[in-house]
């Protein structure tokens, strides 16, 4: 399927309005106006779940591997969030998670 450059630049132009509208239905409406206690506490629950989501394809589909699990994306995987919860701290799960991939990477690579 071709679309025709006229075509792709009125997809950008829908996706763009639809994007502003969702997002201005949260702040432009109701963005001013004090919200609930049990919101807010959900609230700050968002990115808790929004990185998850964006890294667990990543993790069991890997596009390196062309889709294929890797065992050494499922060590760091593992590590980041064991140093997460042990830790309570986002930095350092992410700091072990990257130091444990590389050094998987690598001792993997050497077999």
């Given at each position: ?61 890997p596009a390196a ?41 690598w001792l993997f690579?050497?077999?």
């Amino acid at each position: 399927m071709t679309y025709t450059t006229f075509e792709i630049w009125l997809i950008i132009a829908i996706l763009g309005i639809g994007t502003f509208l969702i997002r201005f239905s949260f702040l432009g409406l109701i963005g001013d106006r004090p919200m609930p206690p049990v919101v807010l506490k959900l609230l700050r629950f968002t990115p808790v779940a929004v990185l998850p989501g964006m890294v667990a394809p990543l993790v069991l589909w890997p596009a390196a591997t062309q889709g294929t699990p890797d065992p050494a994306r499922m060590v760091a995987a593992v590590v980041t969030v064991a140093v997460g919860v042990k830790t309570r701290s986002a930095i350092w799960g992410i700091a072990a998670g990257i130091g444990t991939l590389y050094l998987a990477l690598w001792l993997f690579a050497i077999r």
